[in-house]
């Protein structure tokens, strides 16, 4: 069973359109992180979120901790073509753990 | 600055060789990760440094792999002899234990097509 799980696996939208992608994990952790990666590059990080329940924005994204500290989810409003990506939530279920990837959402925003 | 720095950034081989990937972190930076990124499987820790020791290679797949850092600005991650399953795309990435120590800093990565 993975420990983290991302859905949808893939997604394809037009531009300017809303979209919500979602991060579940079996287990509890004490850090969660959003990367996105472009096409023939690393991942690079967007946000990283501690706390149960908090909200985070940058710019046209909103990302949300679960309460319960085991799930995620990102939305991005009025998507833009640049939003084009894999975007990966990983976590750390201690402070001393190593970081654990999920398999990621692709998404292709169509202009 | 310079960011991670990686190479070579495409690498071609057939099976049996030996692949030799290499990575200089950001200055400054005291840990080191090696990951490997496939379709089937995601993206994959092999295993990570913290000052030029290795913490945890409990992600090395078998003992056809090996990574050394010889240094605080250097490492390598060998392949000997590679497989055809070996095909993927290998990043590295550092961090610093001091604040901001939850961002990992990736290179852009290894494409390794192995025949």
């Known amino acids: 069973t993975q420990l983290l799980e991302q859905s949808p696996q893939f997604l394809s939208i037009q531009e300017g359109e809303n979209l919500t992608v979602y991060c579940n994990s079996s287990?509890?952790?004490?850090?969660l992180q959003w990367y996105r990666q472009e096409p023939g590059e690393g991942p690079v990080l967007l946000v990283t979120?501690?706390?149960?329940?908090e909200v985070k924005k940058l710019k046209r994204l909103t990302f949300q901790f679960g309460d319960a500290r085991k799930d995620s989810s990102l939305h991005i409003t009025a998507a833009q073509p640049g939003d084009t990506g894999l975007y990966l939530c990983a976590l750390r279920k201690t402070s001393y753990d190593k970081v654990i990837f999920g398999p990621g959402t692709s998404l292709s925003v169509i202009p | 600055d310079a960011g991670v720095i990686q190479s070579p950034r495409h690498e071609v081989t057939e099976m049996g060789q030996e692949v030799t990937l290499r990575c200089k972190p950001i200055?400054?930076?005291?840990?080191l990760f090696w990951y490997r990124q496939t379709m089937m499987r995601g993206l994959e820790l092999l295993i990570y440094?913290?000052?030029?020791?290795?913490?945890?290679d409990s992600g090395m797949p078998e003992d056809r792999f090996s990574a050394k850092m010889p240094n605080a600005s250097f490492s390598t991650l060998k392949i000997q002899p590679s497989e055809p399953r070996d095909s993927a795309v290998y990043f590295c990435?550092?961090?610093?234990?001091?604040?901001?120590?939850?961002?990992?800093?990736f290179g852009p990565g290894t494409r390794l097509l192995v025949l």
């Open positions: 979120v501690v706390t149960g329940g």
């Open positions: 440094f913290n000052n030029n020791v290795p913490i945890d």
């Open positions: 990435a550092s961090t610093s234990s001091g604040r901001g120590a939850e961002t990992q800093y």
């Open positions: 200055s400054g930076h005291d840990y």
């Open positions: 287990s509890v952790f004490s850090s």
